[in-house]
C-alpha cells in the first residue's frame, strides 16, 4: 500500500494515505495517537509510524 511512498510523509501525504482532513490528522499527532516530527517548519511523519497507526486502527 505505502511502497511507492518515501521514508517519510508530510501532512498532507499522511491525510491521502488516511483519508482524512487536516483536523483529524493534526489530532491524531496531539492526542500523541501517532507521532509526528516538527521540522523546518513543517509536519513529517516517519513511515514506519503510519504503517503502525494503520495496523492498529
Not at 18 to 34: C, F, Q, S, W, Y
Amino acid at each position: 500500500m505505502l511502497d511507492t511512498i518515501s521514508d517519510t510523509l508530510t501532512l498532507k501525504e499522511l491525510q491521502s494515505v488516511l483519508r482524512i482532513g487536516k483536523n483529524t490528522a493534526l489530532n491524531l499527532v496531539h492526542d500523541d495517537i501517532i507521532t509526528g516530527h516538527w521540522v523546518a517548519g513543517k509536519w513529517l511523519f516517519l513511515k514506519e509510524d503510519v504503517l503502525e497507526y494503520i495496523q492498529n486502527h
